[in-house]
Protein backbone atom coordinates (compact mmCIF):
# COMPACT_ATOMS: atom_id res chain seq x y z
CA UNK A 1 0.00 0.00 0.00
CA UNK A 2 0.95 3.47 0.00
CA UNK A 3 3.67 5.48 2.24
CA UNK A 4 3.14 8.90 2.76
CA UNK A 5 6.44 10.58 5.04
CA UNK A 6 6.66 14.09 6.02
CA UNK A 7 9.16 16.28 7.37
CA UNK A 8 9.77 18.41 9.16
CA UNK A 9 7.42 17.20 12.34
CA UNK A 10 7.40 20.48 14.03
CA UNK A 11 8.46 24.00 12.24
CA UNK A 12 9.25 27.09 14.00
CA UNK A 13 9.51 30.35 11.77
CA UNK A 14 8.97 34.42 12.53
CA UNK A 15 6.54 35.89 11.32
CA UNK A 16 6.84 37.06 7.57
CA UNK A 17 9.05 34.32 6.60
CA UNK A 18 8.21 31.34 4.54
CA UNK A 19 7.52 27.84 5.70
CA UNK A 20 8.21 24.62 3.84
CA UNK A 21 7.03 21.38 4.58
CA UNK A 22 7.97 18.55 2.40
CA UNK A 23 6.29 14.93 1.38
CA UNK A 24 7.39 11.64 -0.05
CA UNK A 25 5.61 8.78 -1.08
CA UNK A 26 5.60 5.65 -2.26
CA UNK A 27 2.98 4.27 -4.84
CA UNK A 28 3.74 5.79 -7.97
CA UNK A 29 0.06 5.34 -9.39
CA UNK A 30 -0.99 7.96 -6.59
CA UNK A 31 -2.91 10.79 -8.86
CA UNK A 32 -3.94 13.19 -5.76
CA UNK A 33 -2.02 15.12 -3.30
CA UNK A 34 -4.42 17.41 -0.66
CA UNK A 35 -3.08 19.15 2.04
CA UNK A 36 -5.25 19.90 5.13
CA UNK A 37 -4.93 22.08 8.01
CA UNK A 38 -5.93 21.57 11.82
CA UNK A 39 -6.56 24.11 13.91
CA UNK A 40 -5.92 23.18 17.90
CA UNK A 41 -8.74 21.36 18.99
CA UNK A 42 -10.64 21.35 15.53
CA UNK A 43 -10.83 19.83 12.57
CA UNK A 44 -8.96 19.43 9.79
CA UNK A 45 -9.61 21.20 6.55
CA UNK A 46 -8.16 21.53 2.69
CA UNK A 47 -6.10 24.09 2.37
CA UNK A 48 -4.95 23.02 -1.34
CA UNK A 49 -4.38 20.02 -3.50
CA UNK A 50 -3.06 19.26 -6.86
CA UNK A 51 -3.01 16.56 -9.06
CA UNK A 52 -0.53 14.41 -10.68
CA UNK A 53 -0.58 15.89 -14.13
CA UNK A 54 0.52 19.13 -13.18
CA UNK A 55 4.05 20.54 -11.65
CA UNK A 56 2.50 23.28 -9.27
CA UNK A 57 -0.36 25.06 -8.32
CA UNK A 58 -0.20 28.25 -5.96
CA UNK A 59 -3.33 29.88 -4.19
CA UNK A 60 -2.44 33.26 -2.74
CA UNK A 61 0.42 32.69 0.07
CA UNK A 62 0.45 29.05 -0.29
CA UNK A 63 1.58 26.97 -2.90
CA UNK A 64 2.56 23.49 -3.89
CA UNK A 65 4.56 21.66 -6.05
CA UNK A 66 4.69 18.14 -6.98
CA UNK A 67 8.14 16.16 -8.16
CA UNK A 68 6.22 12.79 -9.86
CA UNK A 69 9.43 11.31 -10.81
CA UNK A 70 11.09 12.01 -7.39
CA UNK A 71 7.79 10.92 -5.71
CA UNK A 72 7.60 13.72 -3.41
CA UNK A 73 5.50 17.30 -3.18
CA UNK A 74 5.97 19.92 -0.95
CA UNK A 75 3.56 23.15 0.82
CA UNK A 76 5.36 26.69 0.30
CA UNK A 77 3.84 29.13 2.67
CA UNK A 78 5.10 32.60 2.45
CA UNK A 79 4.64 35.85 4.19
CA UNK A 80 3.56 33.72 7.44
CA UNK A 81 1.52 35.00 9.86
CA UNK A 82 0.52 33.90 13.39
CA UNK A 83 -2.65 32.30 12.20
CA UNK A 84 -1.00 30.45 9.76
CA UNK A 85 0.43 28.29 13.35
CA UNK A 86 -1.37 24.80 12.65
CA UNK A 87 -0.58 21.56 12.18
CA UNK A 88 -0.52 20.21 8.71
CA UNK A 89 -1.10 17.11 6.92
CA UNK A 90 -0.07 16.14 3.26
CA UNK A 91 -1.70 12.81 2.23
CA UNK A 92 -1.75 10.80 -1.10
CA UNK A 93 -4.34 9.18 -3.08
CA UNK A 94 -4.19 5.81 -4.68
CA UNK A 95 -4.66 5.47 -8.63
CA UNK A 96 -7.90 4.26 -9.65
CA UNK A 97 -9.59 4.50 -6.72
CA UNK A 98 -13.06 6.46 -6.63
CA UNK A 99 -13.28 7.04 -3.04
CA UNK A 100 -11.20 9.01 -0.21
CA UNK A 101 -9.16 6.64 0.76
CA UNK A 102 -6.64 8.77 1.49
CA UNK A 103 -2.87 7.77 3.39
CA UNK A 104 -1.58 10.54 5.53
CA UNK A 105 1.24 11.80 6.65
CA UNK A 106 2.52 12.40 10.32
CA UNK A 107 1.80 16.14 10.28
CA UNK A 108 3.35 19.06 10.51
CA UNK A 109 3.31 21.12 13.57
CA UNK A 110 3.81 25.04 12.56
CA UNK A 111 4.33 27.62 14.58
CA UNK A 112 4.64 31.41 13.22
CA UNK A 113 5.56 33.99 16.01
CA UNK A 114 4.92 37.61 16.33
CA UNK B 1 -25.35 23.35 2.20
CA UNK B 2 -23.55 20.06 3.67
CA UNK B 3 -23.21 19.66 7.44
CA UNK B 4 -21.52 16.47 9.37
CA UNK B 5 -22.21 15.60 12.81
CA UNK B 6 -20.63 13.48 15.00
CA UNK B 7 -20.64 13.05 19.08
CA UNK B 8 -20.44 12.72 21.63
CA UNK B 9 -17.18 15.91 21.59
CA UNK B 10 -15.76 13.80 24.29
CA UNK B 11 -15.58 10.57 26.09
CA UNK B 12 -13.75 9.19 28.80
CA UNK B 13 -14.97 5.23 29.50
CA UNK B 14 -12.64 2.90 31.32
CA UNK B 15 -10.92 -0.37 29.87
CA UNK B 16 -13.66 -2.71 29.26
CA UNK B 17 -16.54 -0.92 28.32
CA UNK B 18 -18.43 -0.77 25.21
CA UNK B 19 -18.03 2.37 23.12
CA UNK B 20 -20.30 4.04 20.49
CA UNK B 21 -19.35 7.30 18.29
CA UNK B 22 -22.18 8.14 15.82
CA UNK B 23 -21.81 10.86 12.98
CA UNK B 24 -24.74 11.69 10.20
CA UNK B 25 -24.25 14.33 7.35
CA UNK B 26 -26.92 16.04 6.19
CA UNK B 27 -27.98 18.03 2.79
CA UNK B 28 -26.32 15.42 0.62
CA UNK B 29 -27.47 11.95 -0.51
CA UNK B 30 -25.64 8.27 -0.40
CA UNK B 31 -22.10 9.83 0.74
CA UNK B 32 -19.14 7.66 0.94
CA UNK B 33 -18.28 7.68 4.40
CA UNK B 34 -14.82 7.08 6.32
CA UNK B 35 -13.94 7.22 10.17
CA UNK B 36 -9.73 7.91 10.86
CA UNK B 37 -8.21 7.91 13.99
CA UNK B 38 -5.74 10.24 15.30
CA UNK B 39 -3.54 9.28 17.97
CA UNK B 40 -1.77 11.86 19.97
CA UNK B 41 1.33 13.11 17.62
CA UNK B 42 0.43 10.94 14.78
CA UNK B 43 -0.98 11.40 11.68
CA UNK B 44 -4.54 10.74 10.34
CA UNK B 45 -5.43 6.52 9.93
CA UNK B 46 -8.37 5.00 8.10
CA UNK B 47 -10.13 3.06 10.01
CA UNK B 48 -13.22 2.30 7.91
CA UNK B 49 -14.71 3.37 5.22
CA UNK B 50 -18.64 2.79 3.54
CA UNK B 51 -19.59 3.39 -0.10
CA UNK B 52 -23.62 2.71 1.11
CA UNK B 53 -25.86 1.03 3.04
CA UNK B 54 -24.57 -1.50 5.00
CA UNK B 55 -20.88 -2.08 3.06
CA UNK B 56 -18.15 -1.51 5.62
CA UNK B 57 -14.69 -2.17 4.68
CA UNK B 58 -12.02 -1.80 7.32
CA UNK B 59 -8.43 -0.89 6.68
CA UNK B 60 -6.78 -1.94 9.97
CA UNK B 61 -7.18 -5.17 12.18
CA UNK B 62 -8.53 -3.62 15.76
CA UNK B 63 -10.95 -3.92 18.32
CA UNK B 64 -13.25 -1.43 16.54
CA UNK B 65 -16.19 -2.20 14.13
CA UNK B 66 -18.25 -0.21 12.13
CA UNK B 67 -21.92 -0.05 10.79
CA UNK B 68 -23.66 1.78 8.39
CA UNK B 69 -27.60 1.79 9.11
CA UNK B 70 -29.09 4.49 6.92
CA UNK B 71 -27.41 6.33 3.99
CA UNK B 72 -26.52 8.98 6.39
CA UNK B 73 -25.38 7.61 9.47
CA UNK B 74 -22.04 6.14 10.48
CA UNK B 75 -21.48 4.24 13.94
CA UNK B 76 -18.39 3.59 15.14
CA UNK B 77 -18.28 0.60 18.47
CA UNK B 78 -16.12 -1.32 20.10
CA UNK B 79 -17.61 -4.41 22.62
CA UNK B 80 -14.38 -3.82 25.08
CA UNK B 81 -12.32 -0.59 25.05
CA UNK B 82 -8.59 -1.24 24.84
CA UNK B 83 -6.65 1.60 26.91
CA UNK B 84 -4.29 2.10 22.83
CA UNK B 85 -7.77 3.05 21.52
CA UNK B 86 -7.37 6.06 22.81
CA UNK B 87 -7.56 8.67 20.28
CA UNK B 88 -9.21 11.44 18.41
CA UNK B 89 -11.64 9.94 15.96
CA UNK B 90 -12.88 11.73 13.19
CA UNK B 91 -15.67 10.62 10.65
CA UNK B 92 -15.70 12.24 7.47
CA UNK B 93 -17.76 12.22 4.04
CA UNK B 94 -16.69 12.98 0.54
CA UNK B 95 -19.09 12.60 -2.59
CA UNK B 96 -20.43 9.66 -4.25
CA UNK B 97 -18.86 8.79 -7.78
CA UNK B 98 -15.43 9.92 -8.96
CA UNK B 99 -13.66 11.29 -5.42
CA UNK B 100 -13.30 15.31 -6.77
CA UNK B 101 -10.83 15.56 -3.97
CA UNK B 102 -11.98 17.01 -0.68
CA UNK B 103 -12.95 15.06 2.40
CA UNK B 104 -14.82 16.67 4.59
CA UNK B 105 -14.28 16.10 8.34
CA UNK B 106 -16.52 16.25 12.14
CA UNK B 107 -15.75 18.18 14.35
CA UNK B 108 -14.06 14.85 16.03
CA UNK B 109 -14.42 12.74 19.41
CA UNK B 110 -11.81 12.81 22.10
CA UNK B 111 -11.74 9.26 22.95
CA UNK B 112 -9.45 8.68 26.47
CA UNK B 113 -9.77 4.91 27.95
CA UNK B 114 -8.22 4.72 31.71
Known amino acids: GENVEQHPSTLSVQEGDSAVIKCTYSDSASNYFPWYKQELGKRPQLIID?????GEKKDQRIAVTLNKTAKHFSLHITETQPEDSAVYFCAALAGGTSYGKLTFGQGTILTVHP | SQTIHQWPATLVQPVGSPLSLECTVEGTSNPNLYWYRQAAGRGLQLLFY??????ISSEVPQNLSASRPQDRQFILSSKKLLLSDSGFYLC?????????????FGEGSRLTVL
Open chain 1, 50 to 54: IRSNV
Open chain 2, 92 to 104: AWSVKGSFTGELF
Open chain 2, 50 to 55: SVGIGQ
